[in-house]
């Protein structure tokens, strides 16, 4: 069974900084990993969708790798700002089942 | 605009009572999911749908049931079975490809009084 963890659980930083999110997964057999923006109280905006084909995309300020054969994924975030406070969430469509397997989250908040 | 539309926001339950939420998306997208999410843990796969009149169930489906009886709708309903049932629960949706990703709705927090 597909599981996935997120480190740091949680994460503070001043503005500015470039900061790193971690995300693994245990099944390389995956066709997707999908990073999504969770604000309090509402729900998920995808950021970013990296096929099992693929090393990266990018998408403004937001970087994200996936090196499938070792089950890894971060997401780089440049230039931190306070809007960028928020959870993230990574998930990985694997091909066991039709449905995503999410990681528990990293709380990020960025201090102006 | 295209989108999914979760109603209501927040529900209030009575012990005993089924209630039922509503997810509605205008994208066409074959497949429909819904999930749950309690406080600092991920989201947990409760039902999905991947065409009208089929579905299967997730991780957590016990004290859950669902209908698929039009392509754009896809509602829960939470039985008086579920034990434990305030948490927020998220619909989403997707094509029925392995490479498209999902969109998700703004979500309906229930809470048992």
């Known amino acids: 069974k597909q599981e996935v963890t997120q480190i740091p659980a949680a994460l503070s930083v001043p503005e500015g900084e470039n900061l790193v999110l971690n995300c693994s997964f245990t099944d390389s057999a995956i066709y997707n990993l999908q990073w999504f923006r969770q604000d309090p109280g509402k729900g998920l ?16 300020r937001l ?9 890894r994924s971060t997401l780089y975030i440049a230039a931190s700002q306070p809007g960028d406070s928020a959870t993230y969430l990574c998930a990985v469509r694997d091909t066991g089942r039709r449905a995503l397997t999410f990681g528990s989250g990293t709380r990020l908040q960025v201090q102006p | 605009d295209g989108g999914i539309t979760q109603s209501p926001k927040y529900l209030f339950r009575k012990e005993g009572q089924n209630v039922t939420l509503s997810c509605e998306q205008n994208l066409n997208h074959d497949a429909m999911y819904w999930y749950r999410q309690d406080p600092g843990q991920g989201l947990r796969l409760i039902y999905y749908s991947q065409i009208v ?9 016990e004290g859950y049931s669902v209908s698929r009886e039009k392509k754009e709708s896809f509602p829960l309903t939470v039985t008086s079975a579920q034990k434990n049932p305030t948490a927020f629960y998220l619909c989403a949706s997707s094509p029925d490809r392995v490479d498209y990703g999902y969109t998700f709705g703004s979500g309906t927090r229930l809470t048992v009084v």
Do not use: Y
């Open chain 1, 63 to 71: 970087n994200a790798s996936l090196d499938k054969s070792s089950g």
């Open chain 2, 53 to 61: 009149n089929d579905f299967q169930k997730g991780d957590i489906a």
């Open chain 1, 45 to 60: 905006t995808s950021l970013l969708l990296i096929q099992s084909s693929q090393r990266e995309q990018t998408s403004g």
